[in-house]
Structures are given as structure tokens and as C-alpha cells.
């Protein structure tokens, strides 16, 4: 898993890439009972979730050596329906990651505003993405 998250990461664009910089963050692959609780827990939302993101701080500034906070992402979330193909888990996955990236680096979607910002970068990003994978 670490080696596909590597490959997703150095495909971001530039923008993304901290050339130079030390960037971290980590990554956990969860289920949905564990990632409900957490959800609980953290947010009092009492359901699973597809992706939960915990950045380390609230002001980012990306110095030589940076990390950036937690992303918990429900394996269970994506596998859905189960019918689905793997091109087709790898892309969901994919946008979830970006989805949870984007968090830790203080983008959010309470208002439409900042839903239509946030949802732009992720579709520049995933469309960089996808297109030096394949």
C-alpha cells in the first residue's frame, strides 16, 4: 500500500509536491466500524464515513520539514458495490486520498464557496494523477 500511495503522491502536481521539503503525514486503512468510532468520537457523528482527516495543525505553513496530520481512509467505504472492478476501487480510492490530502492542508466544504475551491484543486490533482498512472 505505502509504494501505491508513493506513486499517487509524486504524480500531485508540482503545487503539491513540496520540492525540497520534507512532507509527511499518516495514513491509515480502516474498516467502517473503526472509522465510525472514530467519527463518533472526533465529530459526534454516530455513522461511517469514507475518509476522516486530522491535520497536525490549523495554520499551514510547509517549512524544510513538515508534517501535515492523519488521514484515515474506510477500505469498507469504497468497496462498494462489491461488483465493482479494481480500475474503478483504485479511482475512488484515489479521490478519497486527495479528498483527505487537501484537509490536512486546511482546505474544507462548509460553504459552497469553499466546497467549489476545495472540489477544483481535488479534480486538478486527481486529473494529474490519473494521467501519470496510466
Given at each position: 500500500?505505502?509504494l501505491f ?5 509524486n504524480?500531485?502536481p508540482?503545487?503539491?509536491q513540496?520540492l525540497?521539503?520534507?512532507?509527511s503525514l499518516?495514513?491509515?486503512l480502516?474498516?467502517?466500524h473503526?472509522?465510525?468510532?472514530l467519527n463518533?468520537n472526533f ?8 475518509v ?8 499551514k ?6 508534517y501535515i496530520?492523519d ?9 462498494k458495490p462489491?461488483s465493482?472492478n ?7 480510492l484515489?479521490?478519497i486520498?486527495?479528498h483527505?490530502?487537501l484537509?490536512?492542508?486546511g482546505?474544507?466544504?462548509?460553504k459552497l464557496k469553499?466546497?467549489k475551491?476545495m472540489?477544483?484543486?481535488?479534480e486538478k490533482?486527481y ?8
Amino acid at each position: 500500500k505505502e509504494l501505491f500511495f508513493n506513486k499517487i503522491c509524486n504524480a500531485f502536481p508540482k503545487k503539491y509536491q513540496f520540492l525540497n521539503k520534507k512532507v509527511s503525514l499518516s495514513l491509515l486503512l480502516s474498516n467502517n466500524h473503526n472509522i465510525k468510532k472514530l467519527n463518533k468520537n472526533f465529530r459526534n457523528r454516530n455513522r461511517p464515513t469514507d475518509v476522516l482527516s486530522f491535520p497536525f495543525k490549523k495554520k499551514k505553513k510547509i517549512s524544510k520539514k513538515t508534517y501535515i496530520g492523519d488521514i484515515i481512509i474506510s477500505y469498507n467505504f469504497i468497496d462498494k458495490p462489491k461488483s465493482q472492478n479494481l480500475k474503478i476501487f483504485k479511482e475512488k480510492l484515489i479521490k478519497i486520498f486527495i479528498h483527505g490530502f487537501l484537509h490536512l492542508l486546511g482546505f474544507d466544504h462548509l460553504k459552497l464557496k469553499d466546497y467549489k475551491k476545495m472540489l477544483k484543486e481535488e479534480e486538478k490533482i486527481y486529473q494529474s494523477v490519473i494521467t501519470k498512472l496510466d
